[in-house]
């Protein structure tokens, strides 16, 4: 039988979209100071972080990433303090609860037929 799947994110005026997957990001970049190594823990390439950072970015009127140049004893990335305070995160993880209970009520009512 074919599994399917719902994926919910936030958009915001349509200036900028955000799902689980840009928030594993965020929480990955705070955690490891890294989109790097943010990237590498999720199986992400470099480029694709770096573009979803950059959408965050441009996406609000303040930066949700900020990146310092690398070199000796530099480089590295910080998520701002209106990155974790963002709506974004607060509202995807009330949307994954909702989901999450949306999601059994529908697999109860399919697995009927």
Same mark, same amino acid.
């Given at each position: 039988?074919?599994?399917?799947?719902?994926?919910?994110?936030?958009?915001?005026?349509?200036?900028?979209?955000?799902?689980?997957?840009?928030?594993?990001?965020?929480?990955?970049?705070?955690?490891?100071?890294?989109?790097?190594?943010?990237?590498?823990?999720?199986?992400?390439?470099?480029?694709?972080?770096?573009?979803?950072?950059?959408?965050?970015?441009?996406?609000?009127?303040? =930066?949700?990433?900020?990146?310092?140049?690398?070199?000796?004893?530099?480089?590295?990335?910080?998520?701002? =303090?209106?990155?974790?305070?963002?709506?974004?995160? =607060?509202?995807?993880?009330?949307?994954?609860?909702?989901?999450?209970?949306?999601?059994?009520?529908?697999?109860?009512?399919?697995?009927?037929?």
């Amino acid at each position: 039988m074919a599994r399917s799947s719902i994926r919910f994110r936030v958009d915001f005026e349509g200036r900028c979209s955000v799902g689980f997957g840009k928030i594993a990001l965020l929480e990955g970049i705070a955690r490891t100071g890294s989109v790097s190594q943010a990237a590498r823990e999720m199986d992400m390439s470099n480029r694709r972080a770096w573009l979803l950072v950059d959408s965050l970015n441009q996406g609000f009127d303040q =930066p949700v990433v900020t990146a310092n140049i690398g070199g000796i004893g530099g480089g590295g990335a910080s998520v701002t =303090p209106f990155g974790h305070g963002s709506q974004a995160k =607060p509202a995807a993880g009330r949307h994954r609860q909702r989901s999450a209970k949306s999601l059994q009520t529908s697999n109860s009512k399919l697995s009927a037929f």
